[in-house]
């Protein structure tokens, strides 16, 4: 049984609510539960249950408790559980049963862990139990009502005490709000305003604290003739001094991203507790969700943010929240949401896998152990948010989203609806700053649909424009019926409020709100508004400071804005109907031209960026410092502003503008490619192959195949690849642009090299260099010397591959690029050794180690030091190749490199064996081979075969041995490699 007594008096068994009969039955039963486990006297439920008792009130108390005893029967419960005893009766409840008691024992254990988390967190979840006035709406005699008001008196010292935790904790800014209703609501309560004025000092908001304390003085000394307790007095002295014992405390965890709670929070005090109470519950076998449904402009996001808070302390490793967008026409795809959380959580950049399911797996794994809290606001649908889920049920998630989750296994869903009347009316009048004619805002709050996003926007409006009454405002709705027919009905009730608040601005401010509406993306930058606008940056914001003030514009993440999605719709709809078809090309052609010129400028600064050729317009002096800074960190301006980049290619194949079409796409396929979003570069790739054939321009048709071939090669689609890149080289001659074209032989030599297919791979790359030898492109020269080198390497054509390293080399050292002169430093290492040449491949091995550990490339530095562990190896200096060994497979763990990390995994295995441990041995070796095959890397394939026929020999598995050398010659021999020598000479053992 359930026994819920703070709050309306509810008794729950399996089956649903227990119907309790009348007022005075119900009476008697509180008294009972107060008294839970204790003798209840007759002069007790007596006083309890009645004003004015009556002469004989034994018989009628007889009469309740037989009543309440058929009634808990009928539920199903112990007919033990409610016993006479000599002078009165016990009520016998279990742990767990009461809420009252389940307070009691939260609040000890809050007061037993002082000074700690855990604290805060008891005293939050003894609070959540709460669900109004105890015992509230029921009829109760002076013994109850004593009772009661005792209840009351725990309850608010308990509240004091969780603000005391808080406040210990660094909250001290985020209960400011919550403080000023409480005092409010308290006003003769000194440790409130204690707290209060603490909070304010620890803000850096001494002045405030000190006014908060002259307020209290003034109210004492009217209504009482006295001045502040002792404590406050002190306090006040001590922030006068700005004394170091109450100075700022820093907050608490790692990741706390919750946005504010929102001001006014109004009713849904039932479902808020449920959430706590849900995600907070002991014994959690399996991951708590909770989930919050409903219709737009519910107030969905408001509750769970406000959820979020009240939850914090009970997830001190902190909190994650993210937009999903669910409800725009991009959804945040999962594997970005993972990556984004990975970089919070502290994993760099370099180290986050492209694939998405390894994403989910280093989510997990960074979770275990820890408590935290994740918000998943916006969701779009189940599969959005599955990949999302930790992994540890001491963690917990909240999840917003218009659609009902039925596939989700939830611990808990809310569907919102409308507030109810008399909570819409105290949101209005709270947020108006003043109290309403009632009648005139119930009229308001019934033309909003009762919604709190409709409400607030109105009572926004009454309290910065004071001149306007309730009366006005109603009236105004009310007489444009035509539009608020809408509130009545669905998604379309919310407009009628927005439009009021459009109507409201001034002619500039109407003008930016409506144009906004065109720029791509969900959120945006103050310079691309300001590009939307035709304007500069400054007068831009002030624009927007507007549009944020009237609630029509969100302000994000830093320097970003947002429409809510319904008002974004609006905005489309005031532009079709309010600006010409000509101002809004002009300001598209602005916004196009905005992101083409600091996109053109960001991607030249990527590594492989800046392939394209095209013109665009000079930028404003703005722009251009822009796009310089912007340029400084190119691939944090693309992870920002990509899924603006990509609507952008969308708006404009929309629109009807192939060449723009193009120039975006080409902007940000490098970016694409770096991040390996191969979805992506497929999709604006075929938008610009599709806007090539309109213009009949052979240039961009070459650029859109060279960016599908590479998002195939890439991705291992070979016949893809060859397709593309085929049919980009064939539109290249028309295309008319040597540099694409050597780019393209590159890339595809690149790819036939992978493949095995070296002379197809040596014709390309030498087309290549020949296209070189007439351009100045000494960074290209650079990457295809090396790319050749490699592919001398593989062939065993020492000479060749060393001059072609060396002279790469050379090139990087010229133009300052000390990663790619690393890289080919590693390579040149490799043929040393091959060659016999022990000292100086240790030199050079050395060196690229030592540039890759100073620019954090702890990928490229991994296979360097197995280099190192193949150089230490040939010289005979064993336990120092061991070293080696061990220290990449560690470096290659944390970058997740599976190809990378097999190739080590082949020389350990190779260390293994030596040690004597065969069975070890085999099995990584196995594993590595698995990995080449899945890769479809024949020539790491053939040598991993070699290495697996070694291992099989030195344990005695002969025939086996020979399968496996087999193998390797076969694939070897293949691709005309240096290795096939050393596989003919092991078949013939």
């Known amino acids: 049984m359930e026994f819920r007594v703070l709050g309306p008096l509810d008794v729950r068994a399996v089956g649903g609510p227990v119907e309790l009969g009348g007022p005075r039955q119900r009476a008697v039963l509180a008294a009972l539960l107060l008294r839970a486990n204790e003798l209840a006297s007759v002069e007790y439920l007596t006083g309890a249950a009645w004003e004015s008792p009556p002469a004989t009130p034994e018989s009628n108390l007889r009469t309740y408790i037989s009543g309440l005893r058929q009634r808990l029967a009928q539920a199903g419960d112990d007919p033990g559980r409610l016993s006479t005893r000599p002078g009165g009766y016990v009520l016998r409840v279990d742990r767990g049963e009461l809420d009252l008691a389940t307070f009691t024992e939260l609040t000890l254990a809050g007061e037993t862990a002082a000074g700690s988390r855990e604290a805060a967190s008891c005293f939050s979840r003894a609070l959540a139990l709460w669900r109004g006035r105890p015992l509230e709406g029921l009829h109760a005699g002076q013994a109850l009502s004593v009772e009661l008001t005792r209840l009351e008196e725990r309850r608010l010292a308990v509240v004091e005490k969780h603000l005391r935790a808080r406040l210990d904790l660094g909250e001290h800014a985020d209960l400011i709000a919550e403080l000023r209703r409480l005092v409010a609501d308290h006003p003769l309560r000194e440790e409130l305003w204690g707290h209060l004025m603490t909070a304010l000092h620890r803000s850096g908001r001494r002045a405030d604290a000190l006014s908060a304390y002259q307020e209290l003085h003034h109210l004492l000394d009217d209504e009482l003739g006295v001045t502040p307790g002792r404590s406050l007095r002190q306090l006040q002295a001590q922030i006068l001094e700005d004394d170091a014992r109450i100075a700022p405390k820093p907050a608490f965890g790692q990741v706390r991203q919750l946005p504010p709670a929102i001001n006014h929070f109004t009713g849904r005090r039932q479902q808020l507790a449920e959430i706590v109470a849900t995600l907070t519950g002991e014994g959690k076998a399996s991951l708590p969700i909770a989930a919050v449904t409903g219709q737009p402009g519910a107030g969905k996001s408001a509750l769970a943010i406000k959820a979020g808070h009240e939850l914090a302390p009970a997830f001190p490793d902190g909190q994650l929240f993210i937009d999903l967008l669910g409800a725009g026409a991009r959804p945040r795809d999962p594997g970005d949401v993972l990556a984004r959380f990975l970089r919070e959580l502290g994993v760099p950049g370099v180290e986050i896998p492209s694939a998405a399911d390894e994403r989910e797996s280093v989510f997990r794994a960074r979770l275990a152990g820890k408590r935290v809290l994740i918000v998943l606001d916006n969701a779009a649908d189940e599969a959005q948010v599955r990949p999302l889920l930790p992994g540890n049920p001491d963690c917990a998630v909240v999840v917003t989203s218009r659609r009902r989750l039925t596939g989700l296994d939830l611990s808990l869903r809310i569907q919102l609806g409308e507030l109810d009347l008399d909570d819409a009316v105290s949101l209005l009048t709270d947020l108006a700053g003043s109290p309403r004619e009632k009648l005139a805002a119930q009229r308001i709050v019934r033309c909003c649909g009762n919604l709190p996003l409709a409400i607030r926007i109105i009572g926004t409006k009454l309290r910065t424009l004071p001149h306007l009454s309730a009366e006005t405002i109603a009236d105004r709705l009310e007489d444009e019926?035509?539009?608020?027919?809408?509130?009545?009905?669905?998604?379309?009730?919310?407009?009628?409020?927005?439009?009021?608040?459009?109507?409201?601005?001034?002619?500039?401010?109407?003008?930016?709100?409506?144009?906004?509406?065109?720029?791509?993306?969900?959120?945006?930058?103050?310079?691309?508004?300001?590009?939307?606008?035709?304007?500069?940056?400054?007068?831009?914001?002030?624009?927007?400071?507007?549009?944020?003030?009237?609630?029509?514009?969100?302000?994000?993440?830093?320097?970003?804005?947002?429409?809510?999605?319904?008002?974004?719709?609006?905005a489309e709809e005031r532009m079709t109907a309010e600006t010409s078809p000509e101002a809004r090309e002009a300001a598209l052609d602005r916004v196009f031209q905005a992101y083409l010129q600091v996109g053109q400028r960001a991607d030249a600064a990527l590594d492989f960026g800046g392939l394209h050729q095209f013109e665009v317009a000079p930028p404003s002096p703005e722009i251009d410092a822009l796009a310089t800074e912007f340029a400084r960190d190119a691939p944090a301006w693309f992870d920002s502003e990509q899924h603006c980049l990509l609507d952008a290619v969308e708006k404009a194949a929309a629109e009807g503008r192939p060449e723009i079409t193009c120039h975006l796409s080409a902007t940000v396929a490098a970016y694409l490619e770096l991040r390996s979003r191969w979805d992506d570069l497929i999709r604006v790739a075929e938008l610009s192959l599709a806007a090539s054939r309109q213009t009949g321009d052979m240039y961009w048709t070459a650029y859109a195949y060279f960016a599908l071939g590479l998002a195939a090669r890439d991705q291992h689609d070979v016949q893809s690849a060859r397709k593309y890149f085929g049919q980009?080289?064939?539109?290249?001659?028309?295309?008319?642009?040597?540099?694409?074209?050597?780019?393209?032989?590159?890339?595809?030599?690149?790819?036939?090299?992978?493949?095995?297919?070296?002379?197809?791979?040596?014709?390309?790359?030498?087309?290549?260099?020949?296209?070189?030898?007439?351009?100045?492109?000494?960074?290209?020269?650079?990457?295809?010397?090396?790319?050749?080198?490699?592919?001398?390497?593989?062939?065993?054509?020492?000479?060749?591959?060393?001059?072609?390293?060396?002279?790469?080399?050379?090139?990087?050292?010229?133009?300052?690029?000390?990663?790619?002169?690393?890289?080919?430093?590693?390579?040149?290492?490799?043929?040393?050794?091959?060659?016999?040449?022990?000292?100086?491949?240790?030199?050079?091995?050395?060196?690229?180690?030592?540039?890759?550990?100073?620019?954090?490339?702890?990928?490229?530095?991994?296979?360097?030091?197995?280099?190192l562990a193949y150089a230490?190896?040939?010289?005979?200096?064993?336990?120092?190749?061991?070293?080696?060994?061990?220290?990449?497979?560690?470096?290659?763990?944390?970058?997740?490199?599976?190809?990378?990390?097999?190739?080590?995994?082949?020389?350990?295995?190779?260390?293994?064996?030596?040690?004597?441990?065969?069975?070890?041995?085999?099995?990584?070796?196995?594993?590595?081979?698995?990995?080449?095959?899945?890769?479809?890397?024949?020539?790491?394939?053939?040598?991993?075969q070699l290495s697996l026929g070694s291992l099989l020999n030195d344990a005695g598995l002969l025939d086996q041995a020979r399968e496996a050398w087999r193998d390797a010659h076969t694939t070897l021999a293949s691709l005309e490699a240096v290795e096939v020598a050393e596989a003919e000479k092991a078949i013939t053992r």
Not at 484 to 496: P, S, T, W
Not at 523 to 534: E, K, R
Not at 798 to 823: H, N, S, T, Y
Not at 832 to 851: C, K, N, V
Request: aromatic residues 8%; charged residues 25%; contains cysteine.
């Open 481 to 570: 019926r035509h539009r608020l027919d809408e509130l009545v009905g669905g998604d379309r009730e919310v407009r009628a409020g927005f439009l009021v608040s459009y109507e409201q601005l001034r002619p500039d401010e109407r003008r930016a709100f409506r144009l906004l509406a065109l720029l791509p993306g969900t959120d945006f930058a103050s310079w691309a508004a300001a590009a939307a606008l035709g304007t500069d940056r400054r007068t831009a914001e002030r624009l927007l400071d507007a549009l944020v003030e009237a609630n029509l514009v969100e302000v994000g993440s830093p320097l970003r804005y947002r429409f809510h999605d319904l008002i974004r719709l609006l």
């Open 728 to 867: 980009c080289l064939a539109a290249l001659p028309a295309a008319n642009d040597p540099r694409l074209e050597m780019v393209t032989l590159l890339a595809v030599g690149v790819g036939q090299r992978f493949q095995g297919h070296y002379d197809a791979s040596a014709d390309c790359i030498k087309a290549c260099l020949a296209k070189l030898s007439t351009m100045d492109e000494p960074r290209w020269v650079a990457y295809a010397k090396r790319e050749l080198g490699i592919l001398h390497r593989y062939r065993g054509e020492w000479a060749e591959a060393q001059q072609c390293l060396q002279e790469a080399i050379d090139e990087f050292v010229l133009i300052a690029d000390r990663r790619w002169e690393a890289a080919c430093l590693r390579e040149l290492s490799v043929v040393h050794r091959e060659l016999g040449e022990l000292d100086s491949a240790l030199r050079l091995a050395h060196t690229s180690r030592g540039l890759f550990h100073e620019l954090g490339d702890l990928r490229r530095e991994a296979a360097s030091w197995r280099s």
């Open 872 to 944: 230490y190896r040939a010289q005979g200096e064993t336990d120092t190749a061991q070293v080696c060994c061990r220290r990449s497979t560690e470096l290659f763990a944390l970058t997740l490199d599976v190809h990378g990390a097999a190739i080590t995994e082949v020389l350990h295995a190779e260390f293994i064996a030596e040690q004597g441990d065969h069975a070890q041995a085999l099995h990584h070796a196995r594993h590595a081979l698995s990995v080449f095959q899945e890769l479809g890397d024949p020539r790491w394939t053939g040598k991993a």
